[in-house]
Structures are given as C-alpha cells and as structure tokens.
C-alpha cells in the first residue's frame, strides 16, 4: 500500500481544512488507516484512525467534534475534514495504514504510531492569523 497525503495549507483560526490520502495497492481497504500529526519540537501524535471494513471510527479528545474522518472507497481516498482549526493543530499532518492480516479492532491499538506500518509524506498545516 502506497498513501500519499495532500490538501495542507495556511488557514486563519477558525477557518478549515480537508486533507486527502491517496490509497494504491491491492485491497487497501482491508486495513485500517489513521492520521497522525507532529508539531514542531514535538512528538508525533495520534489524531484519527478509520476502519473500512466496519466505518467505525477514533478520533483524539484534542480534536474531537471538530475533525471528522471519512474513506470514498471508488475514489480510493481517505478524507480528514478539519473545522474550527485553532493554532495549535499547526503540524505536518501524516496518512498511515495498518498493512497486517491481522489487528486489533480497538482504540488502545489505532491510537499507536507503532500500530502502523505504511506511511505517506506528511502535508503541512499551519493555522494562523
């Protein structure tokens, strides 16, 4: 599975944001995929994680009732809809599937960087005024 991310820019507080992921390789859709972030100086963290196979989905308290997940599976896309943006979701935003025939289907699991094993280049968000 090869992800490549795409849609960051610089956007003022408040405004929004889709970020797409871009999916190739054969059923792709049988695993699982998420965005992580990771801001200057900082660790790179878990925002959102998507289960095709179920639409069941996980998203970070910190982003919670603002960011909303969603796969097209005809367009092999993973979407990553970002409202209300505020300065501190500034961060490389980065795609990532987990590529394994077997995983757990729980939060604890999908919220893991070490969960994953694809990884598309990040795509840069910067919220600003």
């Known amino acids: 599975v090869q992800l490549q991310a795409s849609g960051g820019g610089e956007v003022q507080p408040g405004g929004s944001l889709r970020l797409s992921c871009s999916a190739s390789?054969?059923?792709?859709?049988?695993?699982?995929m998420g965005w992580f972030r990771q801001a200057p100086g900082k660790e790179r963290e878990f925002v959102t994680a998507?289960?095709?196979?179920?639409?069941?989905?996980y998203l970070a308290d910190s982003v919670k009732d603002r960011f909303t997940v969603s796969g097209d599976n005809a367009k092999n896309t993973l979407y990553l809809q970002m409202n209300s943006l505020k300065p501190e979701d500034t961060a490389v935003y980065y795609c990532?599937?987990?590529?394994?025939?077997?995983?757990?289907?729980?939060?604890?699991?999908?919220?893991?960087?070490?969960?994953?094993?694809?990884w598309g280049r990040g795509t840069q968000v910067t919220v600003s005024s």
């Open positions: 998507f289960v095709w196979s179920s639409g069941r989905t």
């Open positions: 390789g054969p059923s792709f859709t049988n695993y699982p």
């Open positions: 990532a599937a987990v590529v394994k025939e077997s995983y757990v289907s729980a939060r604890y699991y999908f919220t893991k960087e070490t969960s994953y094993n694809a």
